[in-house]
């Protein structure tokens, strides 16, 4: 396990990027305070995803894919995109002082 923030240094409804194993990854904190942790890297061409709370859904700008919150999955690609695996998971935990963890 490995510390990667405090949860109050992420308002609701934001993200953070941290490091991990060596790759950016991307920490959301909901609106409803769930958190949720993904390598950042776009499945489709390798640029940066990040949390967009207004449609509530993980996005990657360059084409404008979307993926789900939940399971990382995709939710919408973009016209003519090959691409058919989602986000990458990263299971995180929160301790009693709010410090989040993220596991190895
Ligand atoms: S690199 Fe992410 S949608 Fe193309």
């Not at 990667?4 to 950016?24: M, N, Q, R, T």
């Not at 404008?64 to 016209?79: H, P, Q, T, V």
């Amino acid at each position: 396990m490995k510390e990667i923030a405090k949860l109050d240094d992420i308002k609701k409804g934001g993200f953070i990027y941290f490091d991990h194993h060596d790759e950016k990854a991307l920490l959301i904190r909901t609106a409803k305070d769930e958190l949720y942790a993904y390598f950042a890297t776009c499945p489709h061409e390798g640029k940066t995803i990040m949390w967009d709370n207004l449609i509530n859904r993980i996005l990657c700008e360059c084409h404008m894919a979307l993926f789900n919150l939940e399971d990382g999955s995709i939710y919408r690609k973009a016209k003519g995109m090959v691409i058919e695996k989602g986000l990458r998971p990263i299971e995180v935990t929160v301790d009693k002082t709010g410090t989040v963890f993220a596991r190895d």
